[in-house]
């Protein structure tokens, strides 16, 4: 009989606990979790911006990249786009497969090409003894 109130007593107080833990760990991962940047498809002259984290698709004429700009606004991989006639250089939201979207962007557009600025990534295959600074998540310094 005396493992009933034990067990009455126990088991929430094991719930409470396994609750409080999983409230706290939200919580923690909550704060850990870098705040979202901002987006806006807006183009904008690439003068005066350093790009260490982009694709650059460059079209074959001026009136190529304008038919296409409407359509960076609707793409859900664009964060930023600048442009420098006739090219486009597109910022992407963190997370994104720069390679494979580039490889995406050259099948879906009439292109001269499309290449991918990774800063980061030519400096470790480079081995450089003084690398650039780390590319920071907003794709540029």
């Known amino acids: 009989m005396d493992e009933k ?4 007593t126990l088991l929430p107080v094991i719930a409470l606990a396994l609750a ?3 409230g706290l760990a939200f919580f923690i991962a909550a704060l850990v979790r870098p705040p979202e940047l901002p987006v806006d498809t807006n183009p904008a002259p690439l ?3 350093t790009l260490c984290a982009a694709v650059v698709v460059t079209f074959l004429s001026e009136e190529d990249m304008r038919a ?3 359509s960076f606004r609707e793409d859900p991989k664009v964060r930023r786009v600048f442009v420098d006639p006739p ?3 597109l910022l992407a939201v963190p997370g994104t497969d720069l390679k494979a ?3 995406q962007l050259h ?3 009439r292109t001269e090409r499309v290449s991918v600025i990774d800063s980061d990534t030519t400096a470790a295959q480079l ?3 003084a690398p650039p600074p780390k590319c920071p998540r907003e794709g540029e310094y």
């Open 87 to 89: 090219s486009v250089s």
């Open 107 to 109: 099948a879906r557009y």
């Open 101 to 103: 979207w580039a490889l």
């Open 5 to 8: 109130p034990l067990a009455r």
């Open 127 to 129: 081995k450089l003894t």
């Open 47 to 49: 003068a005066g911006h």
């Open 20 to 22: 409080a833990g999983v």
């Open 68 to 70: 296409a700009l409407p």
